[in-house]
């Protein structure tokens, strides 16, 4: 069974700061999704990332994906406080794996 | 498109009470997934049809759930009988094809066995 491991699981920075969460799993997938959630509501996609080396950014979030270390990051630029929220990244092989999610507080 | 469309939002019942929830997928979307999310355990996939057809129940955590699809446009997720570890929050999601498709999710059933 594939395995996707987030973290930090929790993640409390304030404003303006850099962090990055990290996404690993255990097999080899060339199609990985980022979601974000906010409190009491559903799942939204954010980024695909479909081959070794793909980067999206949108805004101050910057999604990347090496395949060959089966690893994944979400880099968050000078945070602001809108962006305080559940991350999880989904990893496919025939069907999406979700990680356990980083809950994410921007304190201002 | 409205999205996915689930009912209802929220839903109390007492334990041995049948429960049934509703989703109406994205139309022109071939793939329909229920998952059910809670702190402990995260977000699970529990089934999947593809063009109304299950292709894998291997998450449905026991006979009390079930899962149909009679078309395209509708399917509903029944716990009978229920008990208070089924509280969860029930989401729908569809895509167009399965295999790695955008999924998009429903605002999702809040569910509250007691």
């Known amino acids: 069974e594939l395995k996707v491991e987030q973290n930090p699981l929790f993640l409390s920075m304030q404003e303006g700061k850099n962090y990055t969460i990290y996404c690993n799993y255990s097999?080899?997938?060339?199609?990985l999704y980022w979601y974000r959630q906010d409190p009491g509501k559903s799942l939204e996609s954010l980024f695909v990332?479909?081959?070794?080396?793909a980067v999206k950014q949108e805004g101050r979030l910057m999604a990347s994906l090496d395949t060959k270390a089966r690893l994944s990051t979400l880099h968050i630029t000078a945070a602001v406080h809108d962006l305080s929220a559940t991350y999880f990244c989904a990893v496919v092989f025939n069907q999406f794996y979700f990680g356990t999610g980083t809950s994410l507080t921007v304190i201002p | 498109d409205a999205g996915v469309i689930q009912s209802p939002r929220h839903e109390v019942t007492e334990m041995g009470q049948e429960v049934t929830l509703r989703c109406k997928p994205i139309s022109g979307h071939n793939s329909l997934f229920w998952y059910r999310q809670t702190m402990m355990r995260g977000l699970e996939l529990l089934i999947y049809?593809?063009?109304?057809?299950?292709?894998?129940d291997s998450g449905m955590p026991e006979d009390r759930f079930s899962a149909k699809m009679p078309n395209a446009s509708f399917s509903t997720l029944k716990i009978q009988p229920s008990e208070p570890r089924d509280s969860a929050v029930y989401f729908c999601a569809s895509s167009l094809f399965t295999g790695g498709d955008e999924q998009y999710f429903g605002p999702g059933t809040r569910l509250t066995v007691t």
């Open positions: 990332l479909l081959s070794n080396g």
């Open positions: 049809f593809n063009n109304n057809v299950p292709i894998d």
């Open positions: 097999t080899t997938s060339d199609r």
